[in-house]
T-cell receptor, first 112, second 118 residues
Framework: DIVLTQAPLSVSVTPGESASISCRSS???????????LYWYLQKPGKSPQLLIY???NLASGVPDRFSGSGSETDFTLKISKVETEDVGVYYC?????????FGGGTKLELK | QVQLKESGPGLVQPSQTLSLTCTVS????????VSWIRQPPGKGLEWMGV?????????NSAIKSRLSISRDTSKSQVFLKMNSLQTEDTAMYFC????FGYGPFAYWGQGTLVTVSS
């Protein structure tokens, strides 16, 4: 199975400042079609997850542009610039390159 | 507007079979896949399996022997059945749908909590 390791486990951010979350894959997520199959989700407290970033760096519809995704074949970063109160929750990366589809362990973002 | 809604028993006894329904509106099951994902209390997400637009299925090998996913396209419903439930199967169960370009989990239901207890 492809293992996704997220860091840090939690991050505390002052509103208006930036935050970065890392996701490292045990295997390259670059497909033979040239697509990097790494996605980011946010699960707000008491809610179901919502898609933020697809294919490593593409912003999902309706997601504020203060969110951005970047990376290589195995190392990925979600950056949130100018964190707002509504950004609180647990962030997960996920891969859909191989079965079983897997998630990272999650990173909890809190406000200072 | 795409909506998914999970429904099920809430409480299941150990060793029994879990049956859940995901009712989908706003998209066609013959054009979009639907997955089941679960989340034990306070823990992370686990993909369970997917039913594709052509009706084919794929399962997480960790639970494949206990799991079955099917659908009724006329009712726009997807079903999950999992047997031999144990306490560690206690979790929030979500269904999620595919959207072209956005991946397999573009839309999510609200989830339904299943507790395995006698």
């Amino acid at each position: 199975d492809i293992v996704l390791t997220q860091a840090p486990l939690s991050v505390s951010v002052t509103p208006g400042e930036s935050a970065s979350i890392s996701c490292r894959s045990s295997k390259s997520l670059l497909s033979s079609k040239g697509i990097t199959s790494l996605y980011w989700y946010l699960q707000k407290p008491g809610k179901s997850p919502q898609l933020l970033i697809y294919r490593m760096s593409n912003l999902a519809s309706g997601v504020p542009d203060r969110f951005s995704g970047s990376g290589s074949e195995t190392d990925f970063t979600l950056k949130i610039s100018k964190v707002e109160t509504e950004d609180v929750g647990v962030y997960y990366c996920a891969q859909f390159l191989e079965y079983p589809w897997t998630f990272g362990g999650g990173t909890k973002l809190e406000l200072k | 507007q795409v909506q998914l809604k999970e429904s099920g028993p809430g409480l299941v006894q150990p060793s029994q079979t879990l049956s859940l329904t995901c009712t989908v509106s706003g998209l066609s099951l013959t054009s979009n896949s639907v997955s089941w994902i679960r989340q034990p209390p306070g823990k992370g997400l686990e993909w369970m399996g997917v039913i594709w637009s052509n009706g084919g299925t794929d399962y997480n090998s960790a639970i494949k022997s206990r799991l079955s996913i099917s659908r009724d396209t006329s009712k726009s419903q997807v079903f999950l059945k999992m047997n031999s439930l144990q306490t560690e199967d206690t979790a929030m169960y979500f269904c999620a749908s595919y959207l072209f370009g956005y991946g397999p989990f573009a839309y999510w239901g609200q989830g339904t909590l299943v507790t395995v207890s006698s």
